[in-house]
């Protein structure tokens, strides 16, 4: 797989609101089938609580982790789903 979320890169929610998570886990969301198949990106967030529901998932079903597609492609497409 190619795509990774570096968790030591994570950033300070800075204007945090009670009951939110203090640090968020950045990422670049990369759609290679963008408008008129120009690629796009999109910044996204995510908590360590989301991160561990996501690893945990990927660990109940490594049947549905293909090989050809990374960890990161897989959960977009059961995030859509």
Do not use: W
């Amino acid at each position: 797989m190619k795509s990774k979320i570096f968790l030591e890169e994570e950033v300070k929610n800075k204007e945090r609101r009670f009951g939110s998570d203090s640090f968020y886990i950045p990422v670049i969301i990369v759609n290679t089938d963008g408008y008129n198949g120009t690629p796009s990106e999109k910044p996204a967030l995510f908590t360590n609580s989301q991160i561990d529901v996501a690893t945990e998932r990927a660990a109940r079903n490594p049947e549905d982790i293909p090989e050809d597609i990374t960890f990161f492609e897989h959960l977009m497409k059961v995030l859509k789903s």
